[in-house]
């Protein structure tokens, strides 16, 4: 049995909705592949605008951005708003999956 046998990650990305994010994607398809349980918290984005979603064994969660900012206090409430939404997250995915690893 592998040692990654029922570990569970959890990845946050922060710029692009998953699978749409090839990188972030094929990490959690090769974490998957090793016997993980792969959970991954992103932003919503054009046509990936579903809260929660399983692909390939994967569970997406996704939050909605609140706006496009376009100066400094933009960018902090942006990031503050999106940091607030990925807390809250991945606090339920902690009650309700778990998870032993978190990349971000």
Not at 4 to 32: H, M, T, Y
Not at 33 to 38: G, L, M, N, Q, R
Not at 43 to 61: A, C, M, N, Q, T
Not at 73 to 101: H, N
Request: aromatic share 12%.
């Amino acid at each position: 049995m592998p040692a990654s046998r029922g570990k569970r990650v959890l990845i946050i990305v922060e710029n692009l909705p998953c699978p749409f994010d090839r990188r972030v994607w094929q990490q959690a398809l090769a974490l998957k592949a090793a016997a993980f349980e792969v959970s991954i918290i992103c932003p919503k984005g054009r046509g990936f605008d579903k809260s929660y979603e399983e692909l390939e064994g994967v569970h997406i969660y996704r939050h909605p951005l609140p706006f496009e900012a376009s100066s400094a206090r933009g960018y902090a409430l942006e990031y503050s708003a999106s940091l607030l939404m990925e807390f809250w997250l991945a606090t339920k995915i902690a009650l309700t999956r778990g998870f032993d690893v978190i990349q971000a």
